[in-house]
């Protein structure tokens, strides 16, 4: 892309850009269909579905006028419901496409990151006089064509490389379609004993790059980011919250007095992981620990899981890595048969 002529263009010249249609009652329902379109940053902007009618045409590309707008500018394909705040970019060319709308996204993203705030957002007026340089043809206009066929060639590159990975996979596959047989075991016999954080009130949190876990699901139990002097953990290790709620950690972290550590950071990344689903189904899913009775890191020596066991007894661990990947794998052949559909 180096070697084509480049040019601005304000995003008035490409797009007209609008607030979108909602309704006034608006509220997302389990068996809804239209996608409501929020200030999410997250899963293309979908915070849910209703059974109302669309009233916003699809082929578009959507952006929040609050913070952090270059994280949610999403095409949409499908005709959906707009939230408040959720500004929509309707273009002003033929033959707009994905492929068109993920390049300028691109662009665009990177042409605003880190301008706009709560006191300057990425309002229309602040839209529309954006500047963004794109490839140009000799007459000047935008070169649609370039971008269309640049986004494309990166998809198939990117699909012959996911081809080639699972490829080479196959033998994975293979190695976990035999039986295999189980056995219980204490996580103090598997790991040693379980260690647990240091509470750090929210007021006395310094702002920082450590990730510091605390109960909960949200953002995967991590509430703050931190530079207090606390334990660090490392990475590889499997925490259990106040809930028994267990979490694989593929970085190293803080935690607070709520959070059990279980050392599985010898193993191979998948087989913690496994470890780290057998210990939320023992721990969790079978509902032994809740609000109402806390799961404490002394909880984690006793607790038991069952695990897959070569023919001397001892946990396969090279089994469930195996296991761990088949899946991954059966997930990417999902995403790849999506791509190329």
Known sequence: MSDM????????????INPSKTYKELKTE??????????TSSNNGVIGFSNLDANNDGNVITFSDTTSSEETLFYQKDSFIGYSHIQVMIPKFENFDKNIAFFLITV??????????????????????????????????????????????LELANIRKVENYLANSQSVSQSVSQSVSHKNFTLK????????????????????????????????????????DVS????????????????????????????????????????AMYVATSIHKSTHTSGKYSYSRNFYATDADTTTISLPVTEKGFPDYTYMANYVKMLQNQAIHKVLNFVKA
Do not use: C
């Open 5 to 16: 002529p480049m040019k601005q263009y304000s995003l008035e010249e490409l797009f007209s």
């Open 30 to 39: 389990k068996q809804g269909k239209t996608p409501i379109i929020s200030n």
């Open 108 to 153: 665009i993203a990177v042409t605003i990151k880190g301008k706009y705030n709560w006191g300057t957002k990425f309002n229309r007026l602040n839209a529309n006089k954006t500047l963004i340089s794109l490839p140009s043809n000799a007459d000047g206009a935008p070169d649609f064509t370039y971008m269309s066929d640049y986004i494309r060639e």
């Open 189 to 228: 016999d598997l790991f040693g004993k379980s260690t647990r954080g240091k509470r750090i009130r929210s007021q006395d949190r310094i702002s920082g790059v450590t990730p510091f876990v605390t109960a909960g699901e949200t953002n995967t139990g991590i509430s703050d980011y931190i530079s207090n």
């Open 232 to 271: 660090i953990f490392a990475s590889g290790t499997v925490t259990i919250d106040m809930f028994g709620s267990a979490k694989y950690r593929g970085y190293e972290y803080g935690a607070d007095d709520h959070i059990a550590v279980v050392d599985t950071s010898s193993l191979e990344k998948e087989a």
